[in-house]
T-cell receptor
Framework: SQQGEEDPQALSIQEGENATMNCSYK?????LQWYRQNSGRGLVHLIL?????REKHSGRLRVTLDTSKKSSSLLITASRAADTASYFC???????????????FGQGTILTVHP | GAGVSQSPSNKVTEKGKDVELRCDPI?????LYWYRQSLGQGLEFLIY????????KSGLPSDRFSAERTGGSVSTLTIQRTQQEDSAVYLC?????????????FGPGTRLTVL
């Protein structure tokens, strides 16, 4: 089942613009991760933010986490055509010792960056 | 270093046949996961292995699905009597952190088509 819901489902922007994607989830989490997928194949890990963190940066990526609202956002600054891909948020639930770190994915945002 | 590898990259089979999908995790990673991605269901967790502990099979959709991990390394996902709804991309991931509470590294996936 999909815990996360992401919006928008699709985003189309011009190179150089910023792209913001949002993710909401339902249960208490240990951490939230963002992944990128090109052409429907392997997932590439982008960034992990733990439940006690509020913001994290990695290069042109900025992730925020609001556990009170059960939501996260991914900002890609100064986008490039090569950023065109599907982006997924995934949560690791905080179900004691039974969650085993399995990821529950959102439905994803398809980002298209036009040159 | 080498990442997660999966074989075959593509598999076309006839309904009712058995298939085996292979995953080679990153050396030293104790946690291994199988997920599948299909148009209708998105990305779903299937099964998790951690060291010598009993696997978490809670995501397997039916008893036609089984998986094993030999010697704490290579894993094989077996689907018996395949059905058309089994068509999907099957993704394997491995993680170093205890109970997988960390970054998961994904393989390129196996695209299974059941005719």
């Amino acid at each position: 089942s999909q815990q996360g819901e992401e919006d928008p489902q699709a985003l189309s922007i011009q190179e150089g613009e910023n792209a913001t994607m949002n993710c909401s989830y339902k249960t208490s989490i240990n951490n939230l991760q963002w992944y990128r997928q090109n052409s429907g194949r392997g997932l590439v890990h982008l960034i992990l933010i733990r439940s006690n963190e509020r913001e994290k940066h990695s290069g042109r990526l900025r992730v925020t986490l609001d556990t009170s609202k059960k939501s996260s956002s991914l900002l890609i600054t100064a986008s490039r055509a090569a950023d065109t891909a599907s982006y997924f948020c995934a949560t690791v639930t905080n179900a004691g010792g039974t969650s085993y770190g399995k990821l529950t994915f959102g439905q994803g945002t398809i980002l298209t960056v036009h040159p | 270093g080498a990442g997660v590898s999966q074989s075959p990259s593509n598999k076309v089979t006839e309904k009712g046949k058995d298939v085996e999908l292979r995953c080679d995790p990153i050396s030293g990673h104790t946690a291994l996961y199988w997920y599948r991605q299909s148009l209708g269901q998105g990305l779903e967790f299937l099964i998790y292995f951690q060291g010598n502990s009993a696997p978490d099979k809670s995501g397997l959709p039916s008893d036609r699905f089984s998986a094993e991990r030999t010697g704490g390394s290579v894993s094989t996902l077996t689907i018996q009597r395949t059905q058309q709804e089994d068509s999907a991309v099957y993704l394997c991931a491995s993680s170093l952190a205890w109970r997988g509470m960390g970054t998961q590294y994904f393989g390129p996936g196996t695209r299974l088509t059941v005719l």
